[in-house]
C-alpha cells in the first residue's frame, strides 16, 4: 500500500527579481520521501519540479518545512521554472 500524500499551498516572492509564484505541493512521510509541485505565476503554470529524499529520517511539521525549502530554493535559482 502507497503511503498517503500530504498536500498544502504556498506563495513564495523571489528575493532576486521580486516575481511573485504560487506553488501546490504533495509529498507523502516515510523512508523514501517522494514529492511534487505545480508552480503558477498568476493562472499560468511556470514549472513542476519533483523529487525524491531517499534514507529520510524527517516528520511531520519538519519535513513539511524540508518540502517547502527545497521548493522555494528551486524557484529562487529558477531550476525549470519558466520566467
Not at 516572492?13 to 523512508?31: D, L, M, P, Q
Not at 529520510?56 to 527545497?70: Q, R
Amino acid at each position: 500500500m502507497k503511503p498517503d500524500k500530504i498536500a498544502f499551498e504556498d506563495v513564495y516572492t523571489r528575493k532576486v527579481g521580486g516575481e511573485t509564484y504560487h506553488y501546490e505541493a504533495e509529498y507523502n512521510e516515510g523512508a523514501t520521501v517522494e514529492w511534487r509541485a505545480r508552480v503558477y505565476q498568476g493562472d499560468v503554470l511556470k514549472g513542476t519540479p519533483a523529487g525524491t529524499i531517499i534514507d529520510n529520517t524527517m516528520a511531520g511539521d519538519a519535513l513539511k518545512k524540508y518540502v517547502i525549502a527545497y521548493i522555494e530554493s528551486i524557484i529562487e535559482k529558477g531550476l525549470g521554472i519558466d520566467e
